[in-house]
């Protein structure tokens, strides 16, 4: 399995990017996806997964979606803060069975992708 995250970049606060992470290797249809991200110091997080969940922190702003014929699974990140800024990572689901609600659930990752928010 591979995923490939792409979309990261600077941006002023109140802005907008928009992930996205190609995957191969895997009956992408079948899988649950998900997004994590990890800031400088401090540990990993679950960001969104599936079609309806997200950390309270992005509720509102960020919007998690896929689409199956292209392999590509998108997040939607608006009105960004400065509190956003990390590493963004992709994974897909343990296995055709598993929904992502922690990095517990998931069994593969991508490389990450850098997102900055300026002040």
């Known amino acids: 399995v591979q995923l490939v995250e792409s979309g990261g970049g600077l941006v002023e606060a109140g802005g907008s990017l928009r992930l996205s992470c190609a995957a191969s290797g895997l009956t992408f249809s079948r899988y649950d996806m998900g997004w994590f991200r990890q800031a400088p110091g401090k540990e990993r997080e679950f960001v969104a997964g599936?079609?309806?969940s997200y950390a309270d922190s992005v509720k509102g702003r960020f919007t998690i979606s896929r689409d199956n014929a292209k392999n590509i699974v998108y997040l939607q990140m608006n009105n960004l803060k400065p509190e956003d800024t990390a590493v963004y990572y992709c994974?897909?689901?343990?296995?055709?069975?598993?929904?992502?609600?922690?990095?517990?659930?998931?069994?593969?990752w991508g490389q990450g992708t850098q997102v900055t928010v300026s002040s």
């Open positions: 599936g079609s309806t």
């Open positions: 994974a897909a689901g343990r296995s055709q069975f598993t929904t992502i609600f922690s990095g517990r659930d998931c069994g593969s």
